[in-house]
C-alpha cells in the first residue's frame, strides 16, 4: 500500500468542482493517518471522484467519520458542508434541511437516519407506515 | 517620470488600496461571526470559549481600526456600514441555529483562512507597489490571523 490516488476523473458531472473539492479533503488525510485508514479513504475518495450511488458515498463518508473524526474534526467538517451542499436527501420529512440536519446528528448510516427520521415520525404521529426508503441525489446546479 | 511608469504605478497603488478595502471588510465581517460565536457558544468548554471568542473579536475590533486609518492616510475613504462590508467580504456566515462549539471553531478557522489567504495576497501587492508601511501592517496582520488559526486548530485536536 499505497499507490497515488489516480486524478479524480467524474466525467457525467466535469464542472461540478465539489467533487474535486472533496476529493482533495479526503487526500489530504492520508499523509495524517493511520494505513489502516487507507483503504477506507480511497474508498471515499472514489465515491467522491466517480461514484453515481449517492447512497454509498453517504455511508462511506459516515464510517470513516466514525473512525477519524476524533482526531481530523476539520477536513469532516469541510466534507460535511460539501455534502450539505451538493446533496439532498429525498424521502424524509423536510427535505430541504434533512441532510444537514442528519449529518449534524452522530449517526453511522444511512439506516440509522432512517431509523431516526421513522422514529420522529412515530413520536409526532405523522403518518403510520414511518419513513419511506431514503435516497441521496445531488443537487442540480443551473 | 515617464506616464507608462505613472499608470503603473497608480495601478499598483489602487490595487493595494482595493485591497486593504478588501481586509477591512473581511476583518469586520470575521469580527460579527466571532461576536456571534461569543453569544451563543454553549457547552463544556463554554468559559473557555466565550472568552476566547471575545480576545479575538476585539483583536479584529482594533485591526479593522487601524486598516481604516491606514486607508485614510492613503487619502482614500474608508468603506463602511453593514450592508457596504458583506457586499465586499468573502468570509461566510452562519445561519443563526444552534450550532456545536466545535462547528463554531472549525467556522471560524475557515473564516481567518479566508483572510489570510487574501492577506497574502495583498502583502505581496504591496511589496511590488514598494509601499513599506502597507506592506508592514499586512505582516502584522497575517501573523495575528496564523496565530489564531494556530490556536483553533489546536482547539479542535482529539476533542
Not at chain 1, 497515488?4 to 473539492?21: F, G, I, Q, T, Y
Not at chain 1, 458542508?81 to 440536519?101: A, F, I, N
Not at chain 2, 470559549?49 to 492613503?74: G, I, M, N, P
Request: aromatic content about 6%; some cysteine; proline content about 3%.
Amino acid at each position: 500500500m499505497t499507490s497515488k490516488p489516480s486524478p479524480c476523473l467524474h466525467s457525467k458531472s466535469a464542472p461540478k468542482s465539489w467533487r474535486d473539492d472533496a476529493a482533495r479533503i479526503v487526500e489530504e488525510l492520508f499523509p495524517v493517518t493511520s494505513a489502516d485508514a487507507w483503504d477506507q479513504l480511497l474508498d471515499l475518495r472514489g465515491s467522491l471522484c466517480e461514484g453515481e450511488d449517492w447512497n454509498r458515498t453517504l455511508d462511506l463518508f459516515l464510517a470513516s467519520r466514525e473512525s477519524l473524526e476524533a482526531e481530523h474534526y476539520l477536513p469532516f467538517y469541510r466534507l460535511r458542508r460539501l455534502l450539505t451542499e451538493s446533496l439532498r436527501l429525498e424521502g424524509g420529512m423536510d427535505e430541504k434541511t434533512c441532510l444537514k440536519q442528519a449529518l449534524i446528528q452522530r449517526h453511522r448510516s444511512l439506516a440509522d437516519i432512517r431509523r431516526a427520521i421513522s422514529r420522529e415520525v412515530f413520536e409526532h404521529d405523522l403518518g403510520a407506515s414511518g419513513c419511506p426508503p431514503l435516497r441521496v441525489v445531488e443537487v442540480e446546479t443551473a | 517620470m515617464n506616464t507608462t511608469t505613472e499608470t503603473s504605478s497608480k495601478k499598483e497603488t489602487t490595487a493595494v488600496t482595493n485591497g486593504l478595502k478588501t481586509l477591512l471588510a473581511d476583518s469586520y465581517a470575521l469580527m460579527g461571526q466571532t461576536h456571534l460565536a461569543h453569544w451563543n457558544v454553549q457547552g463544556p468548554n463554554f468559559f473557555q470559549l466565550h472568552v476566547a471568542f471575545q480576545a479575538q473579536y476585539e483583536e479584529l475590533f482594533a485591526a479593522v481600526d487601524e486598516v481604516a486609518e491606514h486607508l485614510r492616510s492613503l487619502d482614500v475613504l474608508a468603506p463602511g456600514g453593514l450592508k457596504t462590508l458583506a457586499a465586499a467580504s468573502g468570509i461566510e456566515e452562519l445561519a443563526v441555529e444552534a450550532t456545536s462549539a466545535k462547528d463554531f471553531v472549525a467556522h471560524l478557522i475557515e473564516g481567518h483562512e479566508t483572510l489570510l489567504s487574501g492577506a497574502v495576497t495583498l502583502r505581496d501587492v504591496a511589496g511590488d507597489a514598494e509601499d513599506l508601511e502597507t506592506e508592514d501592517l499586512v505582516i502584522a496582520r497575517i501573523r495575528a490571523h496564523q496565530k489564531t488559526l494556530w490556536m483553533l486548530k489546536s482547539f479542535l485536536k482529539n476533542l
